[in-house]
């Protein structure tokens, strides 16, 4: 017997409705963010996201695998800003734009606090060798593009030739993570920005500025 025009509609059968991925990951990756890759646990994820976890384990693979992608669609946000400061007029205008941003970006109120890839330092246990030294190396990596500026530079004159830019890279890159680390712990907008000015006033000793 066919179902008359005032029956209700039978449930589809089938595969799952699909969901944004795009929306689903940018969710994902602020739940790690604000919790950590252990802190984050399966039920916040896939509460987050809006999808039910054999979703989560069709579209991303594991736990793993999602963590992967939030990290590199984080990078991804952020990669403008970074690069923009870079390509500042000189090498102090690139450092001090680059720890600026960072204060705001690190303690902005509608955001999780501190820098989620920094974040990861603390976590390599958790991860598999592999990803472990993948965020090992995208961490490093935020040195050695200081050191490349501050090469670059040198080579325009406004940074003293006998400059040790890897020492003063691996200053300016211990003063980032500081500020992750502080804002993670609660410190203030103003009180980042502080740090950020005392770390500047060592800039004319380091590079003969």
């Not at 991925?21 to 809006?50: H, I, N, P």
């Not at 793993?64 to 970074?82: C, K, M, P, Q, T």
């Not at 390599?124 to 990803?131: G, I, V």
Request: proline share 5%; aromatic share 6%.
């Amino acid at each position: 017997m066919s179902p008359s025009d005032g029956d209700p509609a039978r449930p589809a059968r089938g595969r799952p409705r699909s969901f944004d991925r795009e929306v689903a990951l940018d969710q994902a990756m602020r739940v790690f963010w604000s919790k950590g890759y252990a802190g984050a646990s399966l039920g916040d994820l896939t509460s987050a996201m809006g999808i039910a976890s054999p979703s989560l384990y069709a579209a991303f693979g594991s736990k793993e695998g999602l963590y992967s992608e939030a990290i590199h669609r984080y990078v991804a946000v952020h990669e403008a800003d970074f690069w923009g400061v870079m390509s500042a007029a000189t090498a102090r205008e690139s450092v001090e734009s680059l720890l600026r941003k960072a204060a705001e970006a690190f303690s902005t109120p509608d955001s999780p606090q501190g820098c989620m890839v920094l974040q990861t330092a603390m976590e390599a246990h958790e991860l598999s060798p592999e990803l472990g030294a993948s965020l090992c190396d995208l961490r490093a990596s935020n040195a050695q593009t200081l050191e490349r500026r501050l090469l670059k530079g040198i080579e325009e004159g406004d940074v003293a030739p006998a400059t040790d830019a890897r020492a003063v890279a691996d200053f300016y890159a211990t003063i980032h993570k500081g500020l992750s680390v502080s804002a993670k712990g609660g410190a203030s907008r103003q009180e980042l920005d502080s740090v950020v000015t005392s770390a500047m006033a060592a800039w004319g000793p380091l590079t003969g500025g």
